[in-house]
C-alpha cells in the first residue's frame, strides 16, 4: 500500500518542497503532508484509506460538500461534449448572467482561471480605469501571489514568516501601500500622503487568510465613503467569502458595495476558476472593448463553467443552505468556546458566518499583528493530536475552518469530543511551550 510519508519523499525529488502550494507542506505544523486519494460529503480519505472530518473543504469553495452528486453529473456531461475548446461556450454567458443576478453591483464579468489571476487583473483594470499607479492593501491579507499583492501578505506567507518575496521588482512592490486591518485612520493617512495617486482600495471584507477577522462595525462603510471622495475604486477579494458568507457574498453581508469583486474557485466548485466582475463602466475598460488587456485559453472552460453553474444554480435556488451552515458553524462555535473556558486554555475564536478560527492567543485579534501573537507551538501541538484523532484542520494557525452542507451534527459532536480530548492531553505540553 502507498503511503504518505513514501509519497512525500518521492515529491522531494522532483516537486520543489515535494509540494505545488507552500501551506500543504505541514512545515507550520512540524509534520508531514498528507496525500489524500479521494473525498465525499464532509469526509476525506489519505491513500492508506484513513478517513478524516475535513474543516479545510479545498480552502473554502465545497460549501455542498465534496463530490456532490448533481455537481458530477452536470461534469461528466460536459466532459463527454469535449475539454476545452479556447472559443466561447454557453455555460459561461449562464454562469454570468446568475453571478449578475446574485451579487449586489455587479452588471458585467470576465472569467479567468484562479483567484490570483481575478486580483491581477482587477488590480491593472483599476489602474486602467483610474490612469493611477498605486494600490492600498491590508497587512495580512492575502490576495494571490501576484508581484504587486505579495507585500505583508498573509495565508501561506504569513506562515512562513516571510514578508516580502524574492523576485519582486522594487518599483512594483513601491506602488502597494500597506495600511493596518479595522483601522480607518491608517488608510486615511495614506490617502493623504498620496493624494490623486491612488487606483484602489483592496481588501479580503473577513480577512480569512490570517485566520478569520471580521471587520468591525463600520469599517467597510468608512473605506467605500473614502474611496468615493477620492475617486478610487474598492476591490472586494471574495475568494473566500463569494457565495459562501451568502447568495451575494459580502457585499449582501454587510450591505457594502464594491466597485470591483474578485471570485476564486468558489464559483467553479472547487475547479479551477475565477472571475473579477463589476459595473459596466469599469468592465468594459477590458479588451476588447477597452485597453486594459489580459487574455486566457482555459477562461471559460466548459469543464469548469458546468461545475459553477450547477453549484450557483443549488445556491441559488435553496437560501436555507446558509441557515443550515451557519447554524451549522454556530453550534461548533459555541461548543468550541465552552471546551476553551473549560481548560483555561489560552484561545480566542472568531466566527462570521461559516468561517470559525481558533487563534492560540488569550487576546482579541483584529488584526494582523494581533494574528501574529498566536502561539503557533500551541496550534501545532493541536494540529497534530486532532489529526490522529480523524479531524483534518488547515495545516496552519493561520487558516480558517469551513463548515458545509455536507457537515453533520454528529460530524460536529465528533469533532468537540476530538478537541476535548486534544486539549486534555496537550495542556501539559502548552504550558512546557
Not at 498528507?34 to 476525506?44: D, E, N, Q, V
Not at 449578475?100 to 484562479?114: L, Q, Y
Not at 462555535?333 to 480566542?348: D, Y
Request: proline share 4%; with cysteine.
Amino acid at each position: 500500500m502507498k503511503s504518505s510519508s513514501d509519497l512525500f519523499k518521492r515529491a522531494k525529488k522532483v516537486i520543489s518542497g515535494g509540494v505545488n502550494s507552500p501551506v500543504r507542506a505541514f512545515r507550520a505544523v512540524d509534520s508531514n503532508p498528507l496525500f489524500i486519494s479521494r473525498a465525499k460529503g464532509s469526509k476525506i480519505y489519505d491513500v492508506e484509506e484513513r478517513e478524516y472530518i475535513d474543516y479545510v473543504c479545498s480552502w473554502g469553495p465545497m460549501i455542498l460538500g465534496h463530490s456532490n452528486e448533481l455537481i458530477l453529473k452536470k461534469v461528466e456531461k460536459a466532459m463527454h461534449n469535449g475539454l476545452s475548446f479556447g472559443a466561447p461556450v454557453e455555460a459561461e454567458v449562464q454562469i454570468a448572467e446568475m453571478i449578475v443576478s446574485m451579487v449586489p453591483g455587479v452588471e458585467m464579468v470576465r472569467m479567468v482561471n484562479s483567484g490570483t489571476e481575478a486580483v491581477m487583473s482587477a488590480v491593472r483594470l483599476a489602474r486602467g480605469f483610474t490612469k493611477r499607479d498605486k494600490i492600498i492593501k491590508f497587512e495580512g491579507c492575502y490576495h494571490g501571489h501576484s508581484d504587486s499583492m505579495l507585500v505583508k501578505a498573509g495565508s501561506g506567507v504569513l506562515t512562513a514568516g516571510i514578508p516580502d518575496s524574492l523576485g519582486v521588482p522594487r518599483n512594483l512592490a513601491g506602488d502597494t501601500l500597506t495600511a493596518v486591518y479595522n483601522n480607518i485612520s491608517s488608510v486615511q493617512r495614506l490617502f493623504e500622503e498620496n493624494k490623486n495617486q491612488i487606483a484602489a482600495v483592496i481588501i479580503e471584507p473577513v480577512a480569512a487568510n490570517m485566520g478569520v477577522i471580521p471587520p468591525e462595525e463600520g469599517f467597510l462603510k468608512e473605506l467605500s465613503c473614502i474611496c468615493r471622495q477620492n475617486s478610487s475604486l474598492l476591490i472586494f477579494d471574495e475568494v473566500i467569502t463569494g457565495f459562501r458568507l451568502g447568495a451575494g457574498g459580502a457585499q449582501e453581508y454587510f450591505g457594502v458595495e464594491a466597485d470591483i469583486v474578485t471570485f476564486g474557485k468558489i464559483i467553479g466548485g472547487g475547479m479551477p476558476v475565477g472571475a473579477y466582475a463589476g459595473r459596466k463602466e469599469i468592465m468594459e475598460y477590458v479588451a476588447p472593448c477597452g485597453g486594459v488587456y489580459q487574455a486566457g485559453t482555459l477562461s471559460g472552460n466548459p469543464v469548469a463553467m458546468a461545475a459553477g453553474l450547477a453549484q450557483l444554480e443549488i445556491l441559488n435556488s435553496s437560501p436555507g443552505i446558509y441557515e443550515d451552515i451557519n447554524k451549522k458553524a454556530e453550534v461548533l462555535g459555541s461548543g468550541l468556546e465552552k471546551i476553551v473556558q473549560k481548560h483555561k486554555v489560552p484561545v480566542t475564536l472568531n466566527r462570521v458566518g461559516s468561517l470559525l478560527c481558533m487563534f492560540f492567543s488569550q487576546n482579541p485579534v483584529t488584526n494582523y499583528q494581533e494574528a501574529k501573537q498566536s502561539n503557533t507551538k500551541y496550534y501545532a501541538a493541536f494540529f497534530k493530536s486532532m489529526l490522529s484523532k480523524g479531524i483534518y484542520l488547515a495545516p496552519s494557525q493561520f487558516e480558517a475552518m469551513f463548515v458545509s452542507t455536507a457537515h453533520t451534527y454528529e460530524d460536529i459532536d465528533a469533532t468537540l469530543k476530538a478537541v476535548e480530548e486534544s486539549l486534555a492531553e496537550n495542556i501539559a505540553l502548552m504550558e512546557e511551550l
